[in-house]
């Protein structure tokens, strides 16, 4: 059952266990999630032949829920970019705006849903990769606090950064799934007991969806405002006006750390990049660079054969952000910034609930637009990067269209391990 | 950016992808050369960041070290594209 607007990657359905929370539900899996005996390619040529000889943890979790996975889903190649237009299995289009990118790197995964292919998906979000299709797409994306999901299984592009997140129609339903994936898991040392930081019932996500806005105090940065296009920002006005209607109420904040974000994430992601994607050599998995020549000629033709543009690209950069005489310049500096970043935004949650913003600050871009230049897609990742880089929970729920019928998302970001509050706040949206 | 103090230099690209073991051609050079400038003086303003310390609360997660089930000799050498006698098939070392 392929998609005319390109959101699968392989279509092979895998059932689940035949009773559970999610029995009646098809659950479609981002192409970077390991999956025993179905290939999994990160929608790359490297790993076009690929079988994962074990499930990822989620996956685990996934089929002892009872869901059914239709099938894997495209992506930008390794999770390197925002528009799923890097994959090397061809773009996904956007099934609910004819002609625009879906978002990415998640873009297959928020397609399947916004077209009614897959009841749900899992993503995974570095940057906003599950956010950004879900905004661009009119669906409810999850990027869950650092430690709250398994990463085994996941094929790492920037460790300590990523997780694995839901996407579904609802909120509801994207909390329901969480619930499913979230958890402790002896093959992932970074997750924590959410139990411990929040009582017996901190996973009670579906609960939590009872849209209760009344009292909600929300924080508004008003950088990730000053960028962002005029149609995204009366969207997002009449959404707060929305919540203000229910007995929300809000302050503006000011974070002038904010500034920094895409530098530092994108310094921090492509030298992480640079270290995890050493391993694909061709020798025990992925594209051979052949027999001919040394050790490092071999590896060096199995990578430039390999691995698309934007990624070589990454690797690049992170392998000069970390070289001798740069480290200190970018590396270092960047670490700053995100300890910088994590201490005010976590001290703009003392004084708020929440921390609400566009999630993306522009409408989903013309297919093809973005990809002569990089770094004007990297800035479109402004009001995502920051949560990563604090390592904390957001939400991006749809706030309603532009003049011209285009998505747009609300992000609400939460404490660490607050995913039920922005669970509730955005659960009075959408 | 005038050209003689550009941040990046063909060579330098090459350099890099010396280091990052891919092989890249003359075309790409060209193409990384002009976008790595960009983006790294881009990347300048981490220079503005102040030096900030970070309380962490980390801490090691330990376990015991013991045998536990793995994947078998012929599941790990599937994907391999080539073996030898069950063994991964590299390149000349040197």
Redesign the interface.
Known sequence: MSTEYNGYITTERIEGATDGPLVDATVAVKDNISTEGVRTTCGSAMLEDYVPPYDATVVERLKAAGATIPGKTNMDEFGMGTTTETSAFGPTENPVAEGHVPGGSSGGSAAVVAAGDADMALGTDTGGSVRAPAAFCGVVGIKPTYGLVSRYGVVAYANSLEQVGPIAPTVEEAAQLLEVIAGPDPSDATVRDATEERGADAYDYTGAADGDVDGLDIGIPMELLDGADEQVTEVFWDAIDDLEAQGASYHEVDLECLRYAVEAYYVTAMSEASSNLARFDGVRYGQSGGYDGNWNETFARAREEGFGEEVKSRILLGTYALSAGYHDKYYKKAQDARAWIKRDINDALDDADVLASPTMPVPPMEMGESLEDPLKMYLADANTTPVNLANLPAISVPAGETGDGLPVGLQLVGPAFGEKEIIRAGSALA | MSDTDRV?DPE??RH?????????DDE?VD??TE??A???E??E??????????DEELAN?M?PDEVRDC?SQA??L?????TEDGY???????
């Open positions: 990046v330098e690209v890099v992808a010396d280091l990052a073991r891919i092989d890249l790409e193409r990384f976008q790595f960009d983006i790294l881009y990347f303003t981490l220079d503005e960041v102040p030096e900030v310390d970070e997660v376990r994947l599941e790990a599937d994907n391999a594209p080539e991964f098939k590299g390149p000349n070392v040197s």
